[in-house]
């Protein structure tokens, strides 16, 4: 079904009956309902909107469904979501991901979660340590103080 014809079924057919449709769908697929698209249903303009964006991405994608699940997987163990890694995982794994895909996706994403923290707290640590910290503190200025730096 193409896009146009996906946004004329939901007109047709309005947004009450499409959310609710789509998350049959959801938990036919997957057996549950993930806690986020249950409260987005409260507000089924917000469902809707958030999956044929999800959609959109997924579709029109260069990588194939396994590879976009285990990316999915290796944001979600990175900013340390347990239901999305845990949705995400059972998403790859339906795509034909391996268990040894499965833990090398989340060795990476901590690899890159671990360098983000690093390379961050540096750059702050760099910024504040090319300053005086004592003198700013202290309000005292750097020339002629007996401030070394």
Not at 1 to 12: A, C, D, H, P, R
Not at 27 to 44: C, D, N, T, W
Request: proline fraction near 2%; charge should be negative.
């Amino acid at each position: 079904m193409t896009f146009e014809e996906e946004l004329s079924t939901i007109v047709s057919t309005g947004s009450e009956e499409t959310c609710a449709a789509w998350m049959r769908a959801i938990e036919q697929e997957y057996g549950k309902v993930p806690l986020i698209f249950q409260r987005m249903a409260e507000r089924p303009e917000v469902l809707i909107s958030h999956l044929l964006y999800k959609d959109a991405v997924i579709k029109t994608s260069a990588l194939d469904p396994k590879h976009v699940e285990l990316i999915c997987l290796a944001v979600g163990a990175a900013l340390k979501c347990t239901h999305c890694t845990g949705y995400h995982m059972q998403a790859a794994l339906k795509m034909g991901a391996s268990r040894e895909e499965i833990l090398e996706t989340v060795l990476i994403a901590g690899l890159i979660s671990n360098s983000s923290v690093l390379a961050n707290a540096y750059r702050v640590i760099d910024e504040k340590l090319a300053k005086c910290v004592s003198c700013e503190t202290t309000g005292i200025g750097t020339s002629g103080n007996g401030c070394e730096r």
